[in-house]
T-cell receptor
């Protein structure tokens, strides 16, 4: 299993600013994912972040809006840039562990963003 | 395109009653299937998963799910619901490329 810590747990930001969310894992992982959960909605995959390579973005998400860093096997950041009220969501970091738990995702508790 | 459908947005059951949450998937190959639960103010937790083998899988908290290939379904069941089971339940499919796609979710309400 994995323990995932996200910071901040919540924040209120002004329109036009940016917010960087940090994700720290207590063990080394290869696969790390960022999801968005809009109010009352399901989870939508933003991007896959692998150490040593550029993040892979899903359709509808672009690097200029959601730049991601993955400097090592235990840490990643997601920045939400040029904020608008439509970006108000919960942003979730998740990781996939090794073969024994293949496919299972472990999630952080999320970062709740409100944009005014 | 691959997709996951949870036809019930919300379900209300009485405490002690049985529960079945529906999930249908559209995927070309044999999928990896999951059920996750999101309790209020908490992160997502895996309830159970199916990769292969026995089509009836047991999970945590007394939940089970049955994979039916002919119906492309992976319904979640519990014989007796507890008030603490009130939460949002997500069915998910792991696609190729290590991507997991989630259904829209079913919110479970439990009445006394």
């Amino acid at each position: 299993s994995a323990v995932i810590s996200q910071k901040p747990s919540r924040d209120i930001c002004q329109r036009g600013t940016s917010l960087t969310i940090q994700c720290q894992v207590d063990s080394q992982v290869t696969m790390m994912f960022w999801y968005r959960q809009q109010p009352g909605q399901s989870l939508t995959l933003i991007a896959t972040a692998n150490q040593g390579s550029e993040a892979t973005y899903e359709s509808g998400f672009v690097i200029d809006k959601f730049p991601i860093s993955r400097p090592n096997l235990t840490f990643s950041t997601l920045t939400v840039s040029n904020l608008s009220p439509e970006d108000s969501s919960i942003y979730l970091c998740s990781v996939e562990m090794g073969f024994r738990e293949a496919g299972e995702l472990f999630f952080g508790e999320g970062s709740r963003l409100t944009v005014l | 395109a691959q997709s996951v459908t949870q036809p019930d947005i919300h379900i209300t059951v009485s405490e002690g009653a049985s529960l079945e949450l529906r999930c249908n998937y559209s995927y070309g190959a044999t999928p990896y299937l999951f059920w996750y639960v999101q309790s209020p103010g908490q992160g997502l937790q895996l309830l159970l998963k199916y990769f292969s083998g026995d089509t009836l899988v047991q999970g945590i908290k007394g939940f089970e799910a049955e994979f039916k290939r002919s119906q492309s379904s992976f319904n979640l069941r519990k014989p007796s619901v507890h008030w603490s089971d009130a939460a949002e339940y997500f069915c998910a499919v792991r696609r190729g490329g290590f991507k997991t796609i989630f259904g829209a979710g079913t919110r479970l309400f439990v009445k006394a």
